[in-house]
């Protein structure tokens, strides 16, 4: 669909290029996703979800509101994460890192990103997952319109997909708290003010006033379905080729 990262966060060994500004981008997206979500919920009005809030610790083993879930056939990568040492011998000494100002005034802000997204962030992810019973099989961006359509279900929330994880209600909830360190380290280099990302990601945003409420979507794709999605995808495509922002009327019209 066009998005695409500006510059890689690993070289093709597959090990982490902290200093190139990938780290900048993984914090400004996920800050841009924070803000977009807010706008859209300030128009829903749910008084039990009003805004994105982040964890302001991350949950401890037995925690009862973010138990970690339970995944007995879950690959190793996965099992190792979600164990008590896991949190005791890693996530406590990360946490502490990444809220030390002695720690991140010793860091560029790109430098911060590229750390948290390859140590906790990730960890995070996997940590939190539940076992999403039958895996999307994996398509290359370029063939993206072949993902077939009963992966866009919100039942499909697997935390360690890129495709689906932001539909799962813990995302908001770890990327809240990466988010507040970027305000750990401004404090830490005693800046005050906008935040002085020296990248920039706006090019495939979708504009912050678009709303597509779920009821009304799932609706509306029952009556236009194929040729409509068809379409968005095609604008997509456009979109992804040019340098700018167009409004989605194909989304507004009929769905705000
Ligand atoms: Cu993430």
Same mark, same amino acid.
Not at 68 to 77: E, F
Not at 165 to 183: A, Q, T, Y
């Given at each position: 669909?066009?998005?695409?990262?500006?510059?890689?966060?690993?070289?093709?060994?597959?090990?982490?290029?902290?200093?190139?500004?990938?780290?900048?981008?993984?914090?400004?997206?996920?800050?841009?996703?924070?803000?977009?979500?807010?706008?859209?919920?300030?128009?829903?009005?749910?008084?039990?979800?009003?805004?994105?809030?982040?964890?302001?610790?991350?949950?401890?083993?037995?925690?009862?509101?973010?138990?970690?879930?339970?995944?007995?056939?879950?690959?190793?990568? %996965?099992? @190792? =994460?979600?164990? #008590?040492?896991?949190?005791?011998?890693? *996530?406590? &000494?990360?946490?502490?890192?990444?809220? /030390?100002?002695?720690?991140?005034?010793?860091?560029?802000?790109?430098?911060?990103?590229?750390?948290?997204?390859?140590?906790?962030?990730?960890?995070?992810?996997?940590?939190?997952?539940?076992?999403?019973?039958?895996?999307?099989?994996?398509?290359?961006?370029?063939?993206?319109?072949?993902?077939?359509?009963?992966?866009?279900?919100?039942?499909?929330?697997?935390?360690?997909?890129?495709?689906?994880?932001?539909?799962?209600?813990?995302?908001?909830?770890?990327?809240?708290? %990466?988010? @507040? =360190?970027?305000? #750990?380290?401004?404090?830490?280099?005693? *800046?005050? &003010?906008?935040?002085?990302?020296?990248? /920039?990601?706006?090019?495939?945003?979708?504009?912050?006033?678009?709303?597509?409420?779920?009821?009304?979507?799932?609706?509306?794709?029952?009556?236009?379905?194929?040729?409509?999605?068809?379409?968005?995808?095609?604008?997509?495509?456009?979109?992804?080729?040019?340098?700018?922002?167009?409004?989605?009327?194909?989304?507004?019209?009929?769905?705000?």
């Amino acid at each position: 669909m066009g998005w695409e990262p500006p510059r890689p966060s690993v070289d093709k060994n597959r090990n982490r290029i902290e200093n190139s500004k990938s780290g900048e981008d993984f914090l400004l997206m996920h800050r841009q996703m924070i803000i977009h979500v807010n706008t859209m919920l300030s128009q829903i009005q749910d008084p039990l979800y009003p805004k994105v809030e982040g964890w302001n610790t991350i949950p401890s083993p037995g925690d009862i509101d973010y138990p970690v879930p339970v995944w007995n056939t879950a690959p190793d990568i %996965i099992k @190792e =994460r979600k164990t #008590d040492a896991y949190y005791d011998n890693f *996530i406590v &000494g990360w946490e502490n890192d990444f809220t /030390q100002p002695e720690f991140l005034s010793q860091l560029t802000l790109g430098q911060l990103g590229s750390k948290l997204e390859y140590t906790i962030h990730n960890a995070m992810h996997l940590r939190w997952t539940s076992d999403p019973v039958t895996f999307r099989p994996s398509v290359f961006p370029t063939n993206a319109e072949t993902i077939d359509l009963r992966w866009d279900d919100p039942s499909y929330d697997y935390l360690a997909d890129t495709y689906s994880s932001h539909v799962n209600h813990i995302f908001w909830k770890l990327h809240g708290w %990466i988010d @507040e =360190r970027i305000g #750990d380290w401004m404090n830490a280099h005693e *800046i005050t &003010g906008t935040v002085p990302w020296s990248v /920039q990601w706006d090019k495939n945003m979708m504009p912050q006033h678009t709303i597509i409420h779920g009821p009304h979507l799932m609706a509306r794709m029952g009556e236009v379905a194929e040729e409509e999605v068809n379409r968005m995808v095609r604008v997509a495509k456009i979109l992804s080729k040019v340098n700018m922002v167009i409004p989605f009327s194909v989304i507004d019209d009929g769905m705000t």
